[in-house]
């Protein structure tokens, strides 16, 4: 039976191939160190956890919530844009909740996107920021560019080759799966951009509170006059460990949020209230689980590079995010990242993000996540030092898991 036309669409999830080998592995008894997906294991604190059970017992919390967000949510995160960015929101226009930043970006892409619609879209990216336009009838115009002074080159090639023009602009700094951090200066060259070409920014602040080199990562709507191009999409998954309670913000330019709470009152009721108020009053605290959380991924960058390097692969410190970006040591360069990745599940009970499931300019490389503690990196170092040991001296006997169906 053909397949019906969305899902043709879409290519084969290369995350689930290597989720199916740790599951295997797992089975035969494997202890597999997963430094593969991005789901943070760090506990939401005592604190918001307590906020919810306090709320949930008020029956009157049980019916449907709103779908914007609750008011009092949206003013936290107002609140929120105001003491770390110095941005001015006005919750009832310019702030929506989302259930996460990933189902933003989807509804967001529903709400804006005509078939045939050009977005320009980094290359390795987090993959709903393509496929959210690609599902919604778009085209993507992929851009293999660094923030950096050939940023805006390649703008201008994207929009000189494109028929009709792009219509929007993906933005994800500090970038998932790159780490890589954009300055308030390259925000603002961009929006001068936008502005001048009438094309829609969408940034992907995730990774906002996520760095270690002491500079915060700056929003694009800190750029005076962004809000008229611009909305920024945040999660508070990684920020304050609560990825399955699935709570995110888009906020911005009125017309596109309006757009977009629009198609959001058809799909859903928005989260749980009582998650809601938890939310909110995470938002509205001192800032002290923000900074643990930091501190953590912080020393476990640090113990990352260091065993790794140790180990003999060389893997660049990331200044910001829960990811390494890492390239593939140089004798298995050839295999391309999945095998690589399979490589590792099957010799080295290690697994990582194969970097083609970020876009084929992301294939010679792969996406460490610190989301085990540091006894856990240490030793998954000691099990990559003992294959690529072993791999070195009789490299005939280390065959990708491909070649053995």
């Known amino acids: 039976m053909e397949e019906f036309h969305k899902v043709r669409r879409l290519p084969p999830y290369v995350f689930e191939q290597v989720n199916r080998l740790k599951a295997s592995a797992r089975s035969r008894g494997a202890d597999i160190i997963d430094l593969g997906m991005g789901n943070p294991d760090l506990p939401t604190s005592k604190a918001i956890v307590d906020k919810l059970c306090e709320v949930v017992r008020d029956p009157r919390t049980h019916r449907y919530s709103s779908s914007r967000g609750i008011p009092g ?12 960015f110095g941005v001015k929101l006005d919750p009832d226009t310019q702030v929506v909740a989302t259930l996460g930043s990933k189902e933003g970006f989807a509804n967001m892409a529903q709400a804006i996107t ?28 992929s851009l293999q560019v660094e923030p950096d002074d050939g940023f805006i080159p390649a703008l201008e090639r994207g929009i000189r080759h494109s028929i009709p023009k792009p219509l929007a602009l993906i933005l994800n700094y500090p970038s998932n799966p790159t780490a890589q951090v954009a300055s308030l200066d390259f925000y603002k060259d961009v929006v001068a951009f936008a502005k ?29 006059g962004a809000i008229d191009v611009a909305v920024e999409f945040t999660s508070m998954s990684k920020t304050f460990s609560m990825p399955g309670w699935r ?39 001192d800032g002290a689980d923000i900074a643990e959380v930091r501190d953590i991924y912080h020393k476990r960058r640090d113990v990352m590079v260091d065993a790794f390097s140790r180990a003999g692969w060389t893997v ?3 200044a910001a995010s829960m990811f390494a970006w890492a390239p593939i040591p140089e004798p298995f360069k050839h295999l ?43 030793q998954a170092a000691r099990n990559i030092k003992r294959f690529l040991a072993s791999s070195a001296k009789q490299p005939n006997n280390v065959v990708p898991l491909a070649a053995h169906r």
């Open 73 to 84: 949510l949206r003013r936290a995160q107002a609140n929120y844009y105001a003491r770390r």
């Open 114 to 141: 005509a078939p045939g619609d050009v977005i320009l879209c980094p290359n390795p990216t987090y993959p709903i920021h393509a496929f959210g336009f690609i599902m919604s009838g778009g085209v993507i115009r």
């Open 196 to 224: 001048k070409n009438d094309v829609i920014i969408l940034s992907d602040l995730a990774y906002s509170e996520i760095y270690f080199d002491g500079n915060p990562p700056p929003s694009v709507l800190q750029v005076p």
């Open 247 to 285: 709570m995110g913000f888009a906020v911005g330019n009125e017309r596109l949020i309006s757009a977009l709470t629009r198609v959001k009152s058809y799909l859903d009721y928005g989260a749980f209230t009582p998650i809601q108020v938890a939310a909110a009053h995470a938002l509205n605290g």
């Open 316 to 318: 660049p410190a990331p």
């Open 336 to 378: 391309g990242s999945l095998e690589f990745s399979k490589l590792l599940i099957e010799h080295a009970d290690v697994a990582v993000a194969p970097g083609v499931g970020f876009g084929e300019h992301g294939d010679d490389h792969v996406r460490i996540a610190l989301v085990e503690n540091e006894h856990r990196i240490r």
